[in-house]
């Protein structure tokens, strides 16, 4: 059974509102978006900025509500059950945000920000709680010395551990992290990825991974799935290597490309897709055919008439990923490149 | 009043753009004394692209605002010279001076800047009042300005006439550089011009420094704490940390062949997306408080490949190959061998 199951959720939000002439528009920040996480899945959402990244963070954690589609934890409708039962569901979701400055209160102490949750939701009796505060720091990489600093005394890579300490506290099924890392030196990264990850092996907690860098995602959920947005849509959707290795949607090749290489001969013998436009698309339109077209090279009539529909289409290895584009059969995009043997 | 300080229009000597010797920076306080540039020595050639990589708070910022001559208070300058050709010694010329090389002659991109703009007047005017204020043709400048937004793959037309809050963050960077472009500088200094964007937009502006580099002769400073950005797109890469810079040397030598384990550790943090899935390794520790004096080598307490040498000497930054320095006591020995 799934712990967390999103299905056609839909987010429009009103703006608009200053002009008084003008009727407020609905902004479509999502559309369609369906996912499930299973104990212990890791699901990378990628996609530049604006395309819902962030709007479908706050809905999977409960921190906001679709306009319309269906949440489900642990296989119940969060609207088919009372208020108490939803929140009580809802705390197996915790949310890790970029900012962990905006994150801790700057006048607790990381011992106050760590046992306020055990304490309001009784998570361990009182004479316990100390002890667990210990047990989460160390989860973290982090330990005694810590626990009367506060945030200001830390940083940037310790502040988010002790969010994540403070997520863990009430032992959710799911951690919503929505670019957790992308405010951290990248030489940092990986000391939070890692605890991130030995939570994963050791409580077995699904991740829905958010992050505008495809690399990373392939990094963080190298054994889960990527799902590709655009537009507030899922343009693709599948098992990573298979979306790293082949992407089959041609924004997931320009994803890629996007990525930087170390390697300074690598980045100058790539064949690129030229990308035609930066542009975002207006979200307060309604669609008429694919959002990605006006940026497309690989756009025909087809695309700007038709919204396509994500189906199942064979990838690199074979197996299937979703893909919404209605030419993702017949179009070559790059694939991985022969190995190159390293000296 | 400016005219006192006219700005040198002579050819210049011919040596490098920017040469930065000896230079040291200091932030005093009663009770601290912080030195955040140690005795750095740096030349920027012509129209060359040099990216600076490190860690947050290596003193990468600072060594910018140096140049700038616009270190916040209470840092400032304790020794060194920044030698900017005919200009002289930018730690000394005259304020006034100062003001005109500016924006005018050296133009910089801040970190985290994205309200350079002033968010109620359209962009076309801010072109205007740029020229307005260095006593330039305004009508000039927003021919310029022009030239310069197509580079930007964005239509100038309709740049110039948008309003700051009506782009996107990745467009509104690229806007600011092509604005800090508009009176024709000798360097653009950008730091971290990237880090608060999306890969995609980080991209756009990658592919943007490579037209501008071709187009308009500048030469460019690039910060960033990833070192990915600048080995592809860089010529050459200093390596800071702690307030030194411990590797220098060509984009593509340091990638193959980092001679600092510091830089080791920055390329071994990097998560690939091209061939095979690499592990990928963070480095231990954190960088050192530069406000408690350091013995030896700063990179010592975090170094994997740590000797007891290394705790009591400081190395200095030795040639290891023509162009290719590392300042480490391991890296020197395997040289020597
Ligand atoms: N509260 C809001 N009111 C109006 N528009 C919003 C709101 N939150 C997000 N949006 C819009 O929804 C779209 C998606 O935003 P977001 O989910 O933050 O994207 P991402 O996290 O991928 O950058 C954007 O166009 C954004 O401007
Ligand atoms: N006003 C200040 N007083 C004391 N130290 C400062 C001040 N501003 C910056 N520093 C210190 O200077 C060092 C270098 O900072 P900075 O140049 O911003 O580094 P970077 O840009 O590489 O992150 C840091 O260790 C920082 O703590
Ligand atoms: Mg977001
Ligand atoms: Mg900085």
């Known amino acids: 059974m799934a712990v967390l199951s999103l299905s056609h959720i839909h987010k429009d939000f009103t703006v608009g509102l200053r002009p008084i002439f003008k009727p407020p528009r609905r902004l479509h920040a999502l559309r369609d978006v369906t996912m499930e996480l299973e104990r212990g899945d890791i699901v990378a959402v990628v996609g530049e900025s604006g395309c819902g990244k962030s709007t479908l963070a706050r809905i999977a954690a409960g921190v906001s509500d679709p306009s319309s589609g269906t949440i489900r934890i642990q296989g119940m409708d969060l609207h088919a059950v009372s208020r108490a039962k939803a929140r009580e569901l809802r705390r197996s979701v915790q949310i890790v945000h970029q900012d962990p400055y905006a994150a801790l209160n700057p006048t607790m102490t990381v ?60 032992k959710p099924d799911v951690i919503v992290a929505d670019e957790a890392v992308s405010a951290i030196d990248v030489s940092m990264r990986q000391t939070i990825l890692s605890v991130m990850q030995r939570i994963h092996d050791e409580e077995g907690t699904a991740y829905l991974f958010i992050t505008h860098d495809l690399g990373l995602a392939r990094y963080f959920a190298q054994s889960g799935i990527i799902a590709v947005m655009y537009a507030g849509r899922v343009m693709e959707y599948g098992d990573t290597e298979a ?46 055919g694919c959002a990605f077209s006006a940026r497309c090279p690989f756009a025909v009539d087809r695309c700007m008439s038709e919204v396509p529909a994500l189906r199942p289409v064979a990838g690199a290895d074979g197996r299937p990923v979703l893909v919404a584009c209605h030419r993702a059969e017949e179009l070559e995009l790059p694939q991985e490149e022969p190995e190159v043997e390293l000296a | 009043m400016a005219r006192q300080h006219p700005i040198t229009t002579e050819a210049s000597s011919g040596a490098g753009a920017l040469e930065i010797t000896g230079l040291s920076v200091e932030y005093v306080t009663k009770r601290s004394r912080t030195r955040v540039i140690d005795n750095l020595t740096l030349t920027l050639q012509p129209d060359e692209m040099l990216g600076v990589v490190g860690e947050s708070g290596c003193g990468k910022s600072t060594l910018a605002y140096s140049i700038m001559r616009m270190i916040p208070p209470p840092g400032r300058p304790v020794a060194g010279a920044i030698r900017f050709g005919r200009h002289g010694d930018l730690l000394s010329v005259p304020e006034l001076y100062m003001n005109r090389l500016r924006g005018d002659r050296i133009a910089m991109i801040f970190q985290g800047a994205q309200s350079v703009f002033n968010p109620v007047r359209r962009i076309g005017r801010q072109v205007e009042d740029v020229f307005q204020a260095h006593g330039k043709d305004r009508r000039k400048g927003l021919e310029r300005a022009r030239e310069l937004l197509k580079a930007t793959q964005l239509d100038p037309g309709r740049v110039l006439k948008s309003y700051p809050h009506e782009m996107s963050g990745g467009m509104r960077q690229r806007v600011a550089i092509a604005m800090a472009l508009l009176l024709d500088p000798e360097i653009l200094i950008l730091d971290e011009p990237t880090s608060a964007l999306d890969v995609v937009s980080q991209a756009a502006i990658l592919e943007l420094l490579v037209e501008i580099r071709q187009r308009f002769h500048v030469s460019l400073i690039f910060i960033t704490h990833d070192f990915a950005v600048v080995s592809s797109h860089a010529d050459r890469i200093a390596v800071m940390y702690a307030g030194h810079i411990v590797e220098i040397g060509r984009a593509d030598e340091i990638f193959r062949v980092p001679r600092h384990p510091y830089t080791k550790g920055l390329i071994q943090a990097i998560p690939n997306i091209r061939g095979p899935l690499r592990d990928i390794r963070a480095m231990d520790g954190e960088p050192p408080d530069l406000s408690k004096e350091i013995v030896g080598c700063p990179f010592a307490p975090r170094c994997p490949e740590v000797m007891d040498a290394c705790r009591s000497y400081k190395p200095e930054l030795l040639t290891i190959a023509p162009g290719h320095e590392a300042a480490c006591i391991r890296a020197a020995m395997a040289e020597a061998q």
């Open chain 1, 111 to 170: 011992y106050q920000a760590l046992s306020a949750p055990l304490l309001i939701h009784r998570m361990v009796a009182k004479g316990q709680v100390r002890d667990r505060v210990m047990e989460l720091l160390r989860m973290v990489g982090l330990n005694e010395s810590h626990l009367a600093k506060y945030p200001n005394e830390l940083s940037g890579g310790q502040r988010q551990r002790v969010v994540l300490a403070r997520a863990f506290t009430v």
């Open chain 1, 243 to 288: 979306v790293i290795k082949g992407p089959r949607h041609p924004y997931t090749a320009i994803l890629r490309q996007a990525v930087p290489d170390p390697d300074p001969e690598l980045n100058q013998t790539q064949d690129l897709i030229p990308v035609r436009s930066t542009e975002l698309p207006d979200l307060t339109q309604e669609e008429t």
